[in-house]
């Protein structure tokens, strides 16, 4: 059981650069979210996909974008990263909507210089 | 926009002792769920309370929903290194299609 795996692991980035995170989860979840961790600021929001199709913003989105490739995948990009994304990023799903468990991948640790 | 409070935010107790975090949020939810993180690890699901004044155990966690459904705790009795890490607790968010992370308590168990 894979669960949710995201892709990469590690990444730095110099100020400018693009770079898309890739998530995919097997557990056949309707919803798929994406959030960062920053320290003392828990996990805040970045984009969520209540279901396949659909997306929307959530707490945290300027200077990201997402795709809900299928109802399996859910990728995050940063089109001009900057310092202030340096941070760790979390994909999770669940069955459905925000009332279910919520299953995390290994989170991506991303440094911009 | 709903928000969902922790406290306190770092707690440092002596193997062995107890240890409560407290959940608040500003509206009334219909469910509230915690989670757990260990250092350097991702969030992983604790349980999920529903019922106003819910009460549930797993082995020596304690997790209580309040009787208006705006707030809950998490109590460990007699601590041990191995529950070290930060405790998050989760409302949903606006329109229940989403999750609402309060900031996390951060626990330190010295042997």
């Known amino acids: 059981n894979a669960g949710v795996t995201q892709t990469p692991k590690f990444q730095v980035l110099k100020t400018g650069q693009s770079m898309t995170l890739q998530c995919a989860q097997d557990?056949?979840?309707?919803?798929m979210y994406w959030y960062r961790q920053d320290p003392g600021m828990g996990l805040r929001l970045i984009y969520y996909s209540a279901s396949e199709g659909t997306t929307d913003k959530g707490e945290v989105p300027n200077g990201y974008n997402v795709s809900r490739l299928n109802k399996r995948e859910f990728s995050l990009r940063l089109e001009s990263a900057a310092p202030s994304q340096t941070s760790v990023y979390f994909c999770?799903?669940?069955?459905?909507?925000?009332?279910?468990?919520?299953?995390f991948g290994q989170g991506t640790r991303l440094t911009v210089v | 926009g709903q928000q969902v409070m922790q406290i306190p935010q770092y707690q440092h107790v002596q193997e062995g002792e107890d240890f409560t975090t407290y959940c608040n949020s500003s509206?009334?939810?219909?469910?509230i769920q915690w989670y757990k993180q260990r250092p350097g690890g991702h969030p992983v699901f604790l349980i999920q309370l529903v019922k106003s004044g819910e009460v549930k155990k797993q082995k020596r966690l304690t997790f209580q929903f309040g009787e208006a459904k705006k707030n809950s705790s998490l109590h460990i009795t007699a601590t041990q290194t191995t529950d070290v890490g930060t405790y998050f607790c989760?409302?949903?968010?606006?329109?229940?299609?989403?999750?609402?992370f309060g900031p996390g308590t951060r626990l330190s168990v010295l042997p």
């Open positions: 999770a799903s669940s069955v459905d909507r925000g009332n279910t468990e919520a299953f």
């Open positions: 557990m056949n979840h309707n919803s």
């Open positions: 509206t009334t939810l219909s469910n």
């Open positions: 989760a409302g949903p968010g606006n329109y229940g299609q989403n999750f609402v």
